[in-house]
């Protein structure tokens, strides 16, 4: 069975730094891109970017671009998501799913920002 | 980027009615790189429909996807109880430029 498995909550303060995990089983991690999506409180999803953990080419929706680092371990089939400096702004659930078509997606991991 | 515009934001119908969802690009998507999604309140998205018209496995046959170029849409033929949910579509190009619509809520009437 293909799976995607996110890592749990996180709750941090403005300025601190994040990495939350997608580990993948079920499938070769190398062969499929791997992308994150943002779902802001309330609101609806955004294409953050999205990597290809054979090569690591890696790509960012030019909203994001700067703002987050997507990386992955071919060692242990797991992409991440990563922060340097917080903001409250950065409060939403962040999903992974498995590109081309999006077809299998991690549980969503909460990330709470707030001093 | 592709912008895509989903109509209307909310759609309100009765169990058993027939539902039409609308995806409009900003250019011309290739068919091959549009999907829908369903979200339930707490949960993941659920592929649909991709390569607009093919239903993903294990998705009902009253769901399908039509569409090409700027305009797509999705069709729920007869609404069961658990499909009232937010609805998105989603384009990604050659380049790996990706972008999802807003988002239409199917509620119950």
């Known amino acids: 069975e293909v799976q995607l498995v996110q890592s749990g909550p996180e709750l941090k303060k403005p300025g601190e730094s994040l990495k939350i995990s997608c580990k993948t089983s079920?499938?070769?991690?190398?062969?499929?891109?791997i992308a994150w999506v943002r779902q802001m409180p309330g609101q609806g999803l955004e294409y953050m970017g999205i990597i290809y953990p054979g090569d690591s080419d890696t790509r960012y929706s030019p909203s994001f671009q700067g703002q987050v680092t997507i990386s992955a371990d071919k060692s242990i089939s797991t992409a991440y998501l990563q922060w340097n400096s917080l903001k409250a702004s950065d409060t939403a659930i962040y999903f992974c799913?498995?590109?081309?078509?999006?077809?299998?997606w991690g549980q969503g991991t909460k990330v709470t920002v707030s001093s | 980027e592709i912008v895509l515009t989903q109509s209307p934001g909310t759609l309100s119908l009765s169990p058993g009615e027939r539902a039409t969802l609308s995806c409009r690009a900003s250019q011309s998507v290739s068919g091959s790189y549009l999907g829908w999604y369903q979200q339930k309140p707490g949960q993941a998205p659920r592929l649909l429909i991709y390569g607009a018209s093919s239903r993903a496995t294990g998705i009902p046959d009253r769901f399908s996807g039509s569409g090409s170029g700027t305009d797509f849409t999705l069709t729920i033929s007869r609404l069961a109880p658990e499909d009232f949910a937010v609805y998105y579509c989603q384009q990604y190009d050659g380049s790996l430029s990706i972008t999802f619509g807003q988002g239409t809520r199917l509620e119950i009437k």
């Open positions: 079920g499938y070769r991690f190398t062969s499929y891109w």
């Open positions: 799913a498995r590109s081309g078509i999006f077809d299998i």
